[in-house]
């Protein structure tokens, strides 16, 4: 009898060891850069300032794949980065806000707000703060795989300006939201830029009051979405039930979806909101691997 007990007692509690021993990775992840702290890194100096929303310097980086860095960084008046440069990751600057001079190998170039440009693997960069005012920036970078053939780098700088890219539509899409594509992918000819490796198109979406470009799914690429400016619900998951959910969101929050997870946005405001996303194949396609 007292065998028998002690068996039950077991199957009992085994089920709740399991459980709480099982560890499901998450779909997405939210930040909100005004809550992330601070690290130090390889661009960092005294008067520049990182703070780590995805990827390197994040406390979960077991989901992300191709997203080597997002973060968001502030250079005091006058101050500057750290130049650098990576053998087999490309960047992508997006200037939220001041003004400042762009290092690109042995040239330099003025940048101010929306200003955006591509930073290919390989060639030395860096920013410095050229006004009296703070200057803020989104760095993005993205991890090139083994084998995958790198192009030469361009030899001009390729900038350009997100008021200067026209508003359009895109086919999938309801006509509440518009778009201005940004950057694509070096096979792409529809983007102002079109030079990426991994990343497969940059661009800043505008929500019509109400509008929203209908939640949906990648099956090949990651995703992340920085708030700009308004405020509604992200639609982020699905999960095994495939029911989305909404998340109340405004400027600054940033999400990271992984493949297959939901991904989405209505605009619950009564003026535009504005939304930076960026995406990245994973995996990489085979057709563009070197041989």
């Not at 390889?42 to 994040?58: E, L, Q, R």
């Not at 190998?105 to 005012?133: C, I, W």
Request: overall charge neutral; some cysteine.
């Amino acid at each position: 009898m007292m065998k028998r007990l002690a068996f039950a007692i077991v199957l009992l509690i085994l089920p709740t060891t399991i459980c709480a021993q099982r560890r499901v990775a998450p779909t997405w992840l939210h930040r909100n850069a005004a809550n992330v702290p601070e690290k130090s890194t390889d661009i960092t100096t005294p008067s520049c300032h990182y703070k780590p929303v995805f990827g390197a310097g994040d406390s979960e980086t077991r989901i992300i794949r191709s997203v080597a860095r997002f973060g968001e960084v502030t250079i005091d008046p006058s101050g500057h980065c750290k130049e650098v440069s990576y053998p087999a990751e490309e960047q992508i600057y997006y200037v939220l806000a001041g003004n400042g001079t762009l290092s690109y190998g042995e040239k330099k170039a003025s940048v101010k707000k929306d200003d955006f440009m591509y930073l290919p693997p390989q060639v030395r960069h860096g920013l410095a703060n050229t006004s009296s005012s703070p200057l803020r920036f989104v760095v993005m970078g993205y991890n090139i795989p083994h084998g995958v053939s790198i192009p030469a780098p361009p030899s001009e700088l390729q900038i350009a300006n997100t008021n200067d890219v026209k508003l359009e539509s895109v086919a999938g899409h309801p006509e509440s939201t518009q778009y201005r594509l940004l950057l694509g992918g070096k096979k792409g000819t529809r983007d102002r830029i079109d030079c990426g490796i991994v990343v497969t198109s940059l661009f800043l979406m505008e929500f019509a009051p109400g509008g929203t470009n209908f939640p949906h799914h990648h099956d090949t690429a990651e995703e992340i979405y920085l708030v700009i400016d308004g405020h509604g619900d992200i639609v982020a998951g699905g999960g095994e039930n495939g029911i989305e959910g909404l998340h109340p969101s405004k400027a600054g929050d940033a999400y990271f979806f992984r493949l297959n997870s939901t991904v989405g946005f209505y605009n619950r405001g009564k003026s535009k909101a504005h939304i930076l996303a960026v995406r990245s194949w994973y995996p990489f396609p085979e057709r563009d691997y070197q041989n």
